[in-house]
């Protein structure tokens, strides 16, 4: 028997790409090498586009709680540098303080429910492809077997197998010159000032929250998160030893980094708790994304700093972005070229991840011309054309896939839109649930009523009418909620119907 897709690795990415598979019809099965999972936790949150791109599947309000949509953060930090973004208009920088352990346990619980087969200790360790698919060669609680399947999607990690057995070389830099301590700790209530809730740091003054904070001697970060207060140096040119991380390790770095001792104690709860130290680190992109039938994914195809926090930002819309391209290859409707566009479309969102967190990387480095490196993009960071700009580069807001048409929201993220339908007022976030193609139709006269001649098994109609003026009144828009065609026409003449069934064959196929 053959399956259609197989995914290497139940981290966030290919959970997430197991439930866009599960949404398009298509049953995956993913294989994960540990036995539970795992009690390590990386990333503290969401930060940028992603967390609308969830919202638009029902997960946000599975993850924060709350019915509310999501809403942008008034502030964030770039390269250890405020970034005042109540100023902007348009703030794309949403944020979501989770910890991926809970992430990762929310995606499972999704996939689980929509049906995915999770097989846990079981450890790709071989593959071969020929022109119809991938043999898989597997190590499970049983012993080694093989799996044959159309696509196998290595999401297996920065040391992917995957991308190793495919001989897919991973250029970059390994940098070693930083170490990086890390722990949940308890601080005194005295030194929490309740109006910022920040740190006064006795001998040293005050630190804002959630802010990285350079000294002349490395960077320290205070983040009282809902779920436990972390506190984190990272200091250059130093070595990190090889003894077992301890609070006392942490307290002699935040001495050497501030000048200042902090008094904390241990964390207090059940945990679990972190305590870590970490030694430079790696930005490497794969040379390519896909060989024939298999697919890379997640940090299998990019590792790059944590600075920022964009890992999570990038993966799960590499996974949303693929789910659907190859859901349509098993279905047999994809046109030319669609799975191709996944590597073209992420990498370069790859690309600009790559240059930011290496940016930010030379903005916190220590020594007087990053001081005065810093110094002037403080004043650059008055305009607020920079924070913008910046603002959309870490949100991922800046990326526009290259499709065809002139509208300029074609190729972007649908806007957040409220439609009125006969049923009620709706969010547009909550009609995409099912990850279907949607052609909006909110012309007056509903205008597009047989455009999806023939399509119909793909593609869905909505009819609405906007909830405000100034909306556009027809958009297309693909699984991942990007843009693929729109209209400002009350009434779209015959050209305009014609470039929207060139979108629709070119994004879903011909019609049938
Ligand atoms: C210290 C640290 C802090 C971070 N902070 C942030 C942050 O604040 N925000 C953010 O967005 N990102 C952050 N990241 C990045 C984020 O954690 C990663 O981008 C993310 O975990 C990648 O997910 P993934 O699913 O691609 O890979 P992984 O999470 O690495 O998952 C890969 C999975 O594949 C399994 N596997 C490996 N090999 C095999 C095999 N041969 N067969 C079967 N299974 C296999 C592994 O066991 C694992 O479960 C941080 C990372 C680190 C290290």
């Known amino acids: 028997m053959t399956e259609d897709v197989v995914i290497a690795g139940a ?9 866009e598979l599960r ?20 990333a503290n949150g969401l930060v940028g586009q992603v967390v609308r791109a969830l919202d638009r599947r029902g997960l946000y309000e599975r ?20 970034l005042d973004l109540s100023r902007l208009d348009d703030n794309p920088m949403y944020g979501l303080p989770v910890p991926q352990r809970r992430i990762e346990q929310a995606l499972e619980e999704r996939a689980r429910e929509l049906g995915v087969e999770i097989r846990r200790g079981h450890e790709l360790t071989g593959l071969s492809q020929d022109a119809d698919g991938v043999t898989t060669e597997i190590a499970g609680p049983e012993g080694g077997y093989r799996l044959r399947t159309r696509y196998l999607v290595g999401a297996d990690g920065g040391h992917s197998v995957t991308r190793k057995l495919c001989g897919i070389g991973f250029p970059g830099v390994t940098r070693d010159d930083s170490v990086s301590r890390g722990a949940h700790v308890t601080v005194p209530a005295e030194l929490i000032d309740p109006v910022t809730g920040g740190l006064n ?31 984190n140096t990272t200091e250059w040119h130093q070595d990190g030893g090889d003894q077992p991380m301890s609070l006392d390790e942490l307290r002699q770095s935040i001495r050497r980094v501030l000048g200042a001792d902090l008094p904390f104690g241990p964390p207090e709860g059940e945990g679990p708790h972190q305590l870590r130290r970490l030694t430079g680190g790696n930005t490497r992109l794969a040379e390519r994304f896909r060989d024939n039938r298999v697919l890379l994914l997640g940090d299998a195809a990019h590792v790059h700093s944590a600075i920022g926090g964009p890992g999570l930002n990038l993966g799960l819309q590499d996974a ?27 990498r370069r969102a790859a690309e600009r991840v790559v240059m930011h967190t290496q940016a930010q990387s030379a903005l916190i480095a220590p020594g007087p011309e990053v001081t005065a490196l810093r110094a002037l993009f403080g004043e650059l960071l008055r305009d607020e054309r920079t924070v913008k700009h910046i603002a959309d580069m870490m949100s ?7 499709l065809d048409g002139t509208h300029p929201l074609i190729g972007r993220p649908a806007p957040d839109l409220v439609l009125e339908t006969e049923t009620g007022s709706v969010r547009l976030a909550e009609l995409t649930r ?17 455009a999806l001649h023939g399509r119909h098994d793909r593609v ?27 209209s400002d026409s009350p009434n779209p003449d015959v050209k305009e119907l014609d470039t929207l069934r060139a979108a629709l064959a070119s994004a879903f196929g011909p019609a049938r």
């Open 434 to 450: 099912t990850a279907r193609p949607l052609l909006l139709d909110l012309t007056p006269g509903a205008a597009l009523a047989g």
């Open 320 to 346: 949303i972005n693929l789910g659907w391209k190859l859901a349509a290859e098993i279905h047999g409707w994809a046109p030319p070229g669609l799975l191709d566009s996944y590597e073209t479309e992420r």
């Open 11 to 19: 981290g966030p990415n290919g959970l997430m790409l197991a439930c």
């Open 201 to 231: 740091v006795p001998g040293y003054g005050p630190i804002p929250p959630f802010m990285h904070h350079r000294t002349d001697d490395g960077l320290f970060v205070y983040a009282p998160f809902p779920t436990g207060t972390l506190v």
């Open 396 to 402: 991922g807001a800046d990326i526009r896939y290259d």
């Open 63 to 82: 993850l924060s709680g709350s019915a509310e949509p999501p809403r942008p953060s008034p502030a964030f930090v770039f390269g250890a540098m405020p």
């Open 23 to 42: 949404l398009a019809g298509v049953r995956p099965i993913v294989l994960e090498r540990l036995r539970g999972r795992t009690e390590e936790n990386r």
């Open 460 to 486: 869905d109609l909505v009819t609405a009418k906007p909830s405000r003026e100034g909306l556009p009144t027809a958009l297309l828009l693909r699984p991942d909620c990007y843009v693929a065609w729109a």
